[in-house]
């Protein structure tokens, strides 16, 4: 294994913090929709609270379908688990640590001794995080039934429409385990970029971003039956 291997890692991690970016953006456009019960007051029993309906399911099928990219298995998508078999190789490890000390001694004339070290310690620390909590969804792991009911999820009515959808074994997911697998998958995508390309990414700051003109839309919808909307009749 040399230096131009860790090139097709890299790119896959990058692809997964697109897909994960893109997830956050629909994320926080659906959670007031959601949530949000003064909203669901001025919909209210109205012809917009349908439509309101279609819109709040496709915000929330494109955020599952981004998420669902970064954890599947075809090799021509981001397949994170070849980026954790990666990981797991202590050669790879080994690699990053050169190649980031190399990046740092270019950029500073400050002694570097016994930097390395910690370095490496710090890599290792944050791999084993991303590894155990990957775990987690891999078959027999505590999560893995939340992973495999989203994918039949996406792959009977969301990517797809079977006429007869396959059963699942156990309840589907619910909105709590959906939280929690968007929430793992920020945190694993984070690690990555972190022990990949030396970068801290922020995906509470972009949530954050998106959450304040979320809020600024959905404050303005309302149903026409509603005082404020455009074809509001008064009752007589």
Known sequence: MNINDLAPLKDRVRAAQEELDLAVLFHEAWK????????????????????????RSALRREMLMALMRIWDHDSRSVHVAIVID????????????????????RQSNMSLFGFEVQLREAIHR????????????????????????????????????????????????????????YQDTTALVGKLLSILLGVAHDFAETANVYSRPATLFWASVRGERTEGHPDYQPPE
């Open 126 to 181: 944050a791999a084993s995080e991303a590894i155990s909590l990957f775990d987690e969804y891999r078959p027999g792991g505590s999560r893995r039934p939340v992973l495999e009911n989203l994918k039949l999820l996406r792959n009977e009515r969301l990517a797809h429409r079977q006429v007869a959808p396959s059963g699942v074994d156990g309840p589907e997911a619910t909105d709590e385990q959906i939280e929690a697998f």
């Open 32 to 55: 007031p929709a959601a949530y949000d019960e003064d909203l669901h007051r001025r919909l209210g029993a109205s012809y917009a609270t349908h439509a309101f309906r279609i819109v």
């Open 86 to 105: 990666g990981i797991r190789d202590s050669a790879v490890v080994d690699m990053l640590v050169a190649e980031r000390m190399t990046g740092l001694a």
